[in-house]
């Protein structure tokens, strides 16, 4: 059965520091989807990223990064000089068939 | 604008008093979803409809029925809540599957007393 573990239940850093949260997944299917979604303080799950099995190049979109290694079943996500507002709850997913499994999730919390 | 609808936003009831929250998405996404959220559990998927008239198990189905009549809408029912099912729960719907981004409700936290 599909798996992902987000084993940083809770991170706390300074402002302008990078920090990099950790996912490792379990699947048996050759085809399967990645995602990242935040949750920021007022609740709502906002959706990050989408990388398929097929597609390990890492992504850059502004102070974001995602490492994807299927070598290792993971596939990480870098905050480079965080900022107050990056304070959120974030989820790493698996999708494989038509259900979608979620990590526990790391509270992310950037002091000033 | 496009967005899926949740009501309630907060509902507490008591045990075995049936409820239904409602779920309403005006993106003409085929799949929609059920989410429940608890602490250091992350989300788990309730139920699942590919299309009109075609639902599925989730990993946390026991408990809850779903229903899907119509492409927009994607109700939850508890015929018959009980304390462990007080939760924070999530509809969400994508295009045309659960490998496309999930466009997520803003939530209903329930409590059953």
């Known amino acids: 059965a599909q798996k992902v573990t987000q084993a940083q239940t809770e991170i706390s850093v300074v402002e302008k520091e990078d920090v990099t949260l950790d996912c490792v997944y379990e699947?048996?299917?050759?085809?399967?989807?990645l995602f990242w979604y935040k949750q920021p303080p007022s609740g709502e799950l906002v959706f990050l990223i989408r990388?398929?099995?097929?597609?390990?190049q890492n992504e850059i979109s502004g102070r974001y990064s995602w490492n994807f290694q299927k070598s290792t079943s993971s596939f990480n996500f870098t905050i480079t000089a965080s900022q107050v507002v990056d304070s959120a709850v974030y989820f790493c997913?698996?999708?494989?068939?038509?259900?979608?499994?979620f990590g526990q999730g790391t509270r992310l919390t950037i002091n000033p | 604008e496009a967005q899926v609808t949740q009501n309630p936003r907060y509902l507490i009831t008591v045990t075995g008093k049936k409820l239904t929250v409602t779920c309403s998405q005006n993106?003409?996404?085929?799949?929609m979803s059920w989410y429940r959220q608890d602490p250091g559990l992350g989300l788990r998927q309730i139920y699942y409809?590919?299309?009109?008239?075609?639902?599925d198990k989730g990993d946390v189905p026991e408990g809850y029925k779903v229903s899907r009549k119509e492409k927009r809408n994607f109700p939850l029912i508890l015929e018959s809540p009980s304390p462990n099912q007080t939760s924070l729960y999530f509809c969400?719907?994508?295009?045309?599957?659960?490998?496309?981004?999930?466009?997520f409700g803003q939530g209903t936290r329930l409590t059953v007393v």
């Open positions: 993106m003409n996404h085929e799949y």
């Open positions: 699947t048996r299917d050759t085809t399967y989807y």
């Open positions: 969400a719907s994508s295009i045309t599957g659960a490998n496309t981004e999930a466009f």
């Open positions: 997913a698996l999708s494989e068939s038509q259900k979608l499994v």
């Open positions: 409809s590919m299309n009109v008239e075609v639902t």
């Open positions: 990388r398929n099995s097929f597609d390990e």
